[in-house]
């Protein structure tokens, strides 16, 4: 009886199957495997309530699927890695995993090199209720990908890395929509090297929301022109990186109306002319990221567009651009909504640049400053402007130092204010209190020993203190020799 259990000390005996698996969803994923070796019943109960599933696809483990999988009955959710030094599970163990876990609805793939097109065939043909699907570094090719697009019906979310099974040239079979087009909603592609072929999944899939290319090879613009022939596509986000994209593709794409969110990063083909045309026909566009990579083809000329245009912009964030303060002065003025902002890497932003943004971001929440020429002073402003920031990063300035972090502690002491100036002054203590500096410390004057500034004197006190301290050591080791000469006589 449940009243002679609980007087041995066992108190969870009362608590339902049902209520003990919802405990369990509650606590990590190592707090569940402790729990499980506590009893039979806890065993049980954890393993059938367990949806979230990873595991180490190596050979090694084929054995072991059976008594897995039978513990596991209800596992929703798997992940499959392999690491590079071991041969992977093969089709026959996919295909066993695919009949145990018939309501899988997301699976990931990683490092599963003896995969084939069977083994997605049978994948495919026994989890129909597949909505998410990711593979890094498999070999099976467009056979496999279209078995599980004409299988999955579901599938909303496809990403694919580094499949090495479509490596044909222009013999590489094309990758289709299948009963997968309606349903499809966001696509992934990366470090693929006959990404093409993926082309008319991309056209055909007219739900789609999220499109993500990421260092594929091959020319894009003709992709984006037939996308942009259908009406309105409905394309929310997309990225591109590293891609050969040009002008006339960013133009395709500022056809697509409801454009939210454009990350361009290391396209050296595009320019302000692209920019400008996305600015200007996509007028909701809330998110930006470019990253010009140096080349100077951005500049102000794309930021007075978006700044005349873009009116929902919440997030601009800058890489290798260097825009003058006429780019920069028509951001802080026209973005009234701009939350976030980040400007890195770029050679014409200094204290006037960032004096504007300060005097006319009334929005901005969050700045990130890095590799940029700025002083303490531009950053001091910050101190009575932006009203509603809460949080400033400086990295890799030289012109800034942690004096200011204590200015604008002062003003605002809400604000978090993250410095690499405190990290780069504290090494350079360490190094000159380490154990060399402390053993001829006796020897060096207090004056010599200065903490490190961003003036150009830093060059000749580092120098006159390494001096005396090599002076210092040549001394000590001349007494201690004369010192050991004298005993030696006595």
């Known amino acids: 009886p449940a009243e002679d259990v609980i007087s041995e000390g066992d108190r969870t005996a009362v608590i339902p199957d049902d209520c003990l698996a919802l ?3 509650f606590l990590s994923s190592g707090d569940r495997r402790r729990c499980s070796l506590i009893c039979r019943r806890w065993l049980a109960v954890e393993g059938q309530s367990r949806q979230r599933l990873a595991l180490n696809a190596s050979g090694e483990v084929s054995l072991h699927l059976p008594a897995i999988f039978t513990r596991f009955d209800s596992v929703t959710k798997l992940a499959l890695r392999c690491d590079r030094k071991s041969v992977s599970i093969n089709d026959d163990d996919l295909s066993l995993i695919s009949q145990r876990c018939r309501n899988l609805t997301r699976l990931k793939l990683r490092g599963c090199r003896e995969l084939s097109d069977l083994g997605m065939l049978a994948l495919a043909r026994n989890c129909k209720s597949l909505r998410k699907f990711s593979c890094g570094s498999c070999n099976f090719g467009a056979k496999g990908m279209n078995a599980l697009l004409n299988n999955c019906s579901s599938l909303e979310e496809l990403s694919v890395k580094r499949l090495r099974g479509i490596n044909d040239g222009s013999m590489a079979e094309p990758v289709v929509p299948g009963v997968a087009g309606p349903s499809l909603r966001s696509i992934t592609l990366k470090e693929l090297y006959n990404g093409q072929c993926f082309a008319p999944l991309v056209i055909g899939s007219k739900n789609l929301k999220s ?19 259908r009406r309105k596509s409905g394309l929310t ?26 990350h361009l990063v290391k ?24 990253d010009g990579w140096r080349t100077n083809r951005i500049g102000d000329e794309g930021l007075i567009s978006i700044a005349a245009n873009s009116v929902n912009l919440v997030e601009l964030v800058l890489i290798g651009v260097n825009p003058t303060s006429v780019g920069m002065t028509a951001i802080s003025s026209k973005c ?36 940029c020429r700025v002083t303490d002073a531009g950053v001091e402003t910050f101190a009575f402007g932006c009203p509603n920031l809460v949080k400033v990063k400086v990295k890799k300035c030289k012109g800034v130092t942690s004096e200011v972090r204590e200015l604008l ?10 410095l690499d100036a405190d990290e780069i002054e504290a090494e350079a203590a360490e190094t000159i209190l380490s154990d060399d500096a402390a053993d001829v410390a006796p020897v060096a004057s207090p004056e010599d ?19 005396d301290m090599f002076a210092g050591r040549v001394l000590v080791a001349c007494a201690f020799q004369r010192l050991a000469a004298r005993n030696n006589s006595s």
Do not use: M
Request: hydrophobic share 35%; charged share 25%; glycine share 6%.
């Open 336 to 371: 009234r909504k701009l939350e976030r902002l980040a400007l890195c890497g770029s050679e014409s932003i200094g204290d006037p640049e960032i004096s504007c943004i300060s005097a006319k971001c009334h929005s901005l929440k969050k700045l990130c400053i890095k590799c």
């Open 211 to 229: 499109l993500k290319i990421l260092k594929c090879l091959g020319d894009w613009d003709g992709l984006f022109a037939a996308i942009a022939e």
């Open 267 to 290: 396209a050296p083909d595009c320019s302000d002319q692209g920019i400008s045309a996305i600015a200007d026909n996509c007028k909701l566009l809330r998110k930006l990221h470019i």
């Open 449 to 467: 020993i200065e903490a490190p500034s961003t003036s150009h004197g830093t060059t000749t006190t580092t120098s006159k203190l390494r001096f």
């Open 409 to 418: 502690k002062s003003r605002r002491p809400s604000l978090a204010v993250t």
């Open 237 to 262: 986000e997309i990225h591109l990186e590293r891609l050969q994209v040009s002008d006339s593709g960013l133009i395709a794409i500022s056809k697509f109306p409801y454009l939210d969110t454009f």
């Open 23 to 25: 405990i369990f969803q």
